[in-house]
């Protein structure tokens, strides 16, 4: 069974960056696509980006310009660059997989990311 630990999140100053972390490990085959989402308190979850098994990647309006993802030469981690962090970024990040982006069914525990 595959298993997604979230890394890397922290407290960081506007403006600042930070990049995150999911390390992935079990068997792999089938799941076709990663994607990081956040939550807020009080607010809905969010997608953020993702990226598929032949690289294509997509981002949230919101983060578009400052945050990229991608993943390592073996695919067995997935990454989270943000920079010119906002205070709005603020939220729990979670990291989530699956056989299509359309339906993500394994997910991490998340790691706090708070903007000051």
């Known amino acids: 069974h595959v298993q997604l630990v979230e890394s890397g999140g922290g407290s960081v100053q506007a403006g600042g960056s930070l990049r995150l972390s999911c390390e992935v490990s079990g068997i792999t085959e089938g799941t076709n696509c990663m994607a990081w989402f956040r939550q807020a308190p009080g607010k809905e979850r969010e997608g953020v980006a993702s990226i598929e098994s032949n690289g294509s990647t997509s981002y949230a309006d919101s983060v578009k310009g400052r945050f990229t993802i991608s993943k390592d030469s073996a695919q067995n981690t997935l990454y989270l660059q943000m920079s010119s962090l906002k205070p709005e970024d603020t939220a729990m990040y979670y990291c989530?997989?699956?056989?299509?982006?359309?339906?993500?069914?394994?997910w991490g525990q998340g790691t706090q990311v708070t903007v000051s």
């Open positions: 989530a997989a699956g056989r299509r982006c359309g339906w993500l069914d394994l």
